[in-house]
């Protein structure tokens, strides 16, 4: 008998980053890592600026940058909802190394001038940053 499986779709202000099936989904969610397989009781929580992983063989995931959100699952269905998200192959390092470099020159300025909105959206420019760069990196 086939595996069972669950749908996984994730969704940007810019459109769907990646639709598939999956036997096994796992998301770090702002409240630890979940993992998620097909009838999963429903769950909705916000997601860390973190990867998300989708089970498509043995040892073998598709990875998924996404810098925060929401993730909902009902029905199985796997809907994440980012403000950002990219496939581990569409990720340009070069841009976040880039990203990553303003974001520390950022924090240097804002610490400097004692501006704490300045530092905290530099902190998650890091965060999202340092990410895209850990992802690649596996
Ligand atoms: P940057 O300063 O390089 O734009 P950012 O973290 O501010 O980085 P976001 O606002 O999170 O960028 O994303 C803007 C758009 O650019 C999104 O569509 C996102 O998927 C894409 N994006 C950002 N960084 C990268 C990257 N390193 N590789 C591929 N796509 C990226």
Same mark, same amino acid.
């Given at each position: 008998?086939?595996e ?9 202000? #810019?459109?769907? =980053? ?13 409240g630890?890592e =979940? ?9 909705? /929580?916000?997601? @860390?600026?973190?990867e998300? +992983?989708?089970? &498509?063989?043995?040892? +073998?995931?598709?990875?998924?940058? =996404? ?12 809907t994440?909802?980012?403000? @950002? ?7 340009d ?6 990203? &990553? &470099? +303003? ?5 240097v @300025?804002?610490?400097?001038?004692? #501006? #704490?909105?300045?530092?905290?959206? /530099?902190? =998650?420019?890091?965060?999202r940053?340092?990410? +895209? ?6």
């Amino acid at each position: 008998m086939a595996e069972p499986v669950l749908t996984v779709n994730v969704v940007t202000p #810019d459109g769907t =980053v990646y639709n598939d099936q999956s036997a096994l989904v796992i998301c770090k969610t702002t409240g630890g890592e =979940v993992g998620i397989m097909p009838n999963h009781i429903p769950l909705l /929580a916000s997601l @860390a600026i973190d990867e998300i +992983r989708v089970k &498509k063989g043995e040892d +073998r995931f598709d990875e998924i940058a =996404v810098s925060g959100g929401f993730c909902e699952f009902s029905e199985n269905t796997l809907t994440v909802l980012a403000s @950002a998200a990219e496939r581990k192959e569409d990720i340009d390092v070069s841009r976040a190394e880039q990203a &990553k &470099k +303003r974001a520390e020159e950022a924090i240097v @300025a804002a610490k400097q001038k004692h #501006d #704490d909105a300045a530092m905290r959206r /530099a902190e =998650v420019s890091l965060r999202r940053a340092i990410n +895209r760069l850990n992802i690649k990196k596996n």
